[in-house]
């Protein structure tokens, strides 16, 4: 990333906003629409993968497009992201978040903050967190390692994916976790379920980074030690 930290900054607020605004904001247009919870997570799906694969191809190159606290942490943890930069991105995330919530309201002339009141609590709700953030984590490290240029692609069918297998539809991502409790909408959370859905995201990227760390550099001294001998 050769763009000054301002730049940077911005991008990962706008980048969030809007992402959270496409959950948000087709959460709520879906159930208005179609009255049938599976439609209008199909729809909140199909926005939320699209959306990401655009706000990444396009803001990556400015900024890495993390748009996810926990993938700041885990890049600042290999050395990739300065500390200092990262507790920026991690503040910018969060604050594009919530804006991101704000205008999703506005849009649908709802009221601009409107705590949630949807129960997303329980082990099997942690349990998917955790497992939904590990898998987000794993993919964008080996991606990041493997084929770049299809990280766009791999986060946004990865999303739309775990949507559907966890039982928490995947939010994989504290900052937007956050900016959910502030929506009484379909993609609505509590705000006192935050802590364990936040615990776990955590703990999901730390895993997927610790198990990541050993898998990509087994991979890379096998590489080295085939090209030593002048094997492929």
Do not use: K
Request: with cysteine; aromatic share 6%; proline share 4%.
């Amino acid at each position: 990333m050769s763009s000054a930290l301002p730049q940077r900054l911005a991008a990962e607020s706008i980048g969030t906003a809007f992402l959270v605004a496409t959950v948000v904001g087709s959460g709520i247009m879906a159930d208005t629409l179609a009255r049938d919870p599976a439609l209008t997570l199909l729809a909140n799906t199909l926005a939320t993968g699209a959306m990401l694969v655009v706000l990444i191809t396009v803001l990556g190159p400015v900024s890495g497009a993390h748009f996810n606290p926990a993938i700041s942490l885990i890049l600042a943890l290999r050395g990739e992201l300065p500390r200092r930069d990262a507790g920026l991105y991690i503040l910018v995330q969060t604050v594009g978040g919530i804006a991101g919530t704000l205008v999703a309201h506005a849009m649908f002339a709802l009221p601009l903050l409107h705590a949630s009141s949807r129960i997303r609590t329980g082990g099997e709700q942690w349990l998917s967190e955790g497992l939904a953030t590990f898998g987000l984590a794993a993919t964008i490290l080996a991606g990041l390692r493997f084929e770049r240029s299809a990280v766009p692609w791999l986060v946004g069918l990865y999303i739309a994916a775990a949507y559907w297998f966890t039982a928490s539809t995947s939010f994989a991502n504290p900052a937007v976790a956050i900016a959910r409790s502030l929506t009484d909408t379909f993609a609505g959370i509590r705000a006192i379920d935050l802590p364990g859905f936040i615990l776990a995201e955590l703990a999901g990227a730390l895993c997927a980074l610790a198990a990541m760390t050993w898998l990509l550099s087994a991979r890379t001294d096998n590489t080295e030690i085939r090209a030593a001998e002048g094997r492929p």
